[in-house]
């Protein structure tokens, strides 16, 4: 079995890479980096001139994952242009060269709970209303739809997953890793946005590849739309602890009661749907934390 893996040297791509390697699938990937510290077959995109015809010039693949585009809510508000570039035109190119060239092609795409916004429902179902805070938000919405016109007009196999918070070991951004630096500060203090009792559903990294993998091989991949999260809420005040407490419990914990540009205030995924394809969660909160503070004092 081949699998390429689109934006292979991230945090879900790199993840995707191991996963897939230890099942025995023979793993392509592409990225924007010069080269690659893992074992699988690399090629590099130039971003400046993005193409991915090398990719797909002799080689059919099985099953392909877009872990690509940026995924920084802030950097797609002060560059939406640039933000629209990562997350559609290359969207569009790899569903374009997959119609051409390997439309057997099992394409699972990685939106965003993102394109949610604030959502009305509790736990947020996969037909809540589209309603995003940002230009990350929007395009990520985009996206889907280009997806669902090449599964329509083509026939292409594909999946859109929307993760809402991925944490884990090798995540250099969000909140976690916002605390880290802040605690290596030696403060005996910090602060973060908001009030605290903002929430977000946690999904570990481990999981979410899991379920990726369930995905793809239990999926008709007939533009299904699935969340990827636990189903539990936490407060951003309780996560934060949390990580205090594995990681510095000396150090007080404040907000400033500032909400930030395009930031949701209470996330829970209705995940029935993902559940139904045979997904159960191995990492409650508590030992993903436990895994990520190991690895980020590592990094002291």
Not at 38 to 63: E, M
Not at 122 to 138: A, C, H, M, Q
Request: overall charge negative.
């Amino acid at each position: 079995m081949k699998i390429l893996i689109i934006g292979s040297e991230g945090f879900i791509g790199r993840n995707c890479v191991s996963f897939f390697s230890k099942k025995g699938w023979e793993v392509h990937g592409c990225d924007l980096l010069d080269y690659t510290s893992n074992n699988y077959h690399y090629t590099k995109i130039s971003r400046l001139q993005p193409s991915f015809d090398d990719v797909f010039a002799d080689i059919k693949y099985d099953a392909c994952i877009n872990a690509s585009g940026n995924g920084s809510v802030p950097f797609s508000i002060d560059h939406p242009v640039n933000d629209f570039e990562a997350n559609c035109n290359d969207t569009i190119r790899v569903l374009e060269l997959i119609a051409l060239k390997n439309r057997e092609c099992r394409y699972i795409h990685i939106s965003s709970a993102a394109v949610y916004g604030n959502p009305q429902r509790s736990p947020v179902p996969e037909d809540e209303t589209i309603n995003p805070l940002s230009p990350y938000g929007w395009h990520k919405y985009i996206a889907e739809i280009l997806c669902k016109e090449y599964h329509t007009l083509y026939k292409i196999p594909v999946v859109i997953v929307r993760p809402f918070s991925i944490y884990g070991p090798g995540l250099h951004k969000q909140l976690f890793w916002d605390l880290f630096l802040k605690c290596k500060q030696s403060a005996k203090e910090l602060v973060l946005w908001g009030t605290g009792n903002e929430s977000r559903d946690f999904i570990y990294i481990n999981d979410f590849i899991e379920a990726l993998n369930i995905i793809l091989l239990n999926s008709p991949m007939q533009a299904n739309i699935y969340n990827l999260g636990n189903g539990i809420e936490i407060t951003i005040k309780d996560a934060a602890q949390q990580f205090l407490k594995n990681f510095d419990s000396s150090i007080n914990l404040k907000f400033n009661n500032q909400q930030r540009i395009g930031d949701p205030m209470h996330w829970k995924a209705d995940i029935t749907n993902v559940r139904s394809l045979g997904y159960e969660s191995k990492y409650n909160f508590a030992k993903g934390i436990q895994e990520t503070v190991t690895w980020l004092k590592d990094l002291l």
